[in-house]
T-cell receptor, first 112, second 117 residues
């Protein structure tokens, strides 16, 4: 059964700092991996989706990498801003019609 | 991206009553709907998987007689929480996936916050 772990559980950084969020998964035979953002009391916002054949995806200040063989992904946030404060969730899908399995998330606070 | 709506966005009900939550895929046909719930400061936990026209498959520990899922059409799935109790208070999120057209993405609804008094 797929299990997803995210480290750290919480992170507080000063504005402007670059940071890395980590995600690991137990079953490396994934279909794709997705990073989401969740603001308090709100739903999910999809940030980046990496297919199993891809190594990374970029969107603006965000870069996500995938090392399928080692069961790891990282989300890199450059030049962090207070507006980046949220919980970041990593989720993996083992096949097209199976559900995304979520990690517990990393709660990020960016201090102005 | 595709749009998934949920209704209501929040609901407060008395203990013992039933609540129905609707999930619609607005611009694509969802062959599979997934229902998740999220307790405060926890991650999303899968409750059940529903394929259009079939009975839902429930995760271990989720009572199928309490959480009734219907997926009668390719654009609508409903979750009914029967005889709700305070411990059912949670954030319920649906997610739609289409096996047609090649989309690889699960699209998420905005969630429904249920509070049972």
């Amino acid at each position: 059964k797929q299990e997803v772990t995210q480290i750290p559980a919480a992170l507080s950084v000063p504005e402007g700092e670059n940071l890395v969020l980590n995600c690991s998964f137990t079953d490396s035979a994934i279909y794709n991996l997705q990073w989401f953002r969740q603001d308090p009391g709100k739903g999910l916002t999809s940030l980046l989706l990496i297919q199993s054949s891809q190594r990374e995806q970029t969107s603006g200040r965000l870069n996500a990498s995938l090392d399928k063989s080692s069961g790891r992904s990282t989300l890199y946030i450059a030049a962090s801003q207070p507006g980046d404060s949220a919980t970041y969730l990593c989720a993996v899908k083992n096949s097209g019609n199976t559900p995304l399995v979520f990690g517990k998330g990393t709660r990020l606070s960016v201090i102005a | 991206g595709a749009v998934v709506s949920q209704h209501p966005s929040w609901v407060i009900c008395k203990s013992g009553t039933s609540v129905k939550i609707e999930c619609r895929s607005l611009d694509f046909q969802a062959t599979t709907m997934f229902w998740y719930r999220q307790f405060p400061k926890q991650s999303l936990m899968l409750m059940a998987t529903s394929n259009e026209g079939s009975k839902a498959t429930y995760e271990q520990g989720v009572e199928k007689d309490k959480f009734l899922i219907n997926h009668a059409s390719l654009t609508l799935s409903t979750l009914t929480v029967t005889s709700a109790h305070p411990e059912d208070s949670s954030f319920y999120i649906c997610s739609a996936w289409s096996g047609m057209g090649g989309t690889d993405t699960q699209y998420f609804g905005p969630g429904t916050r249920l509070t049972v008094l």
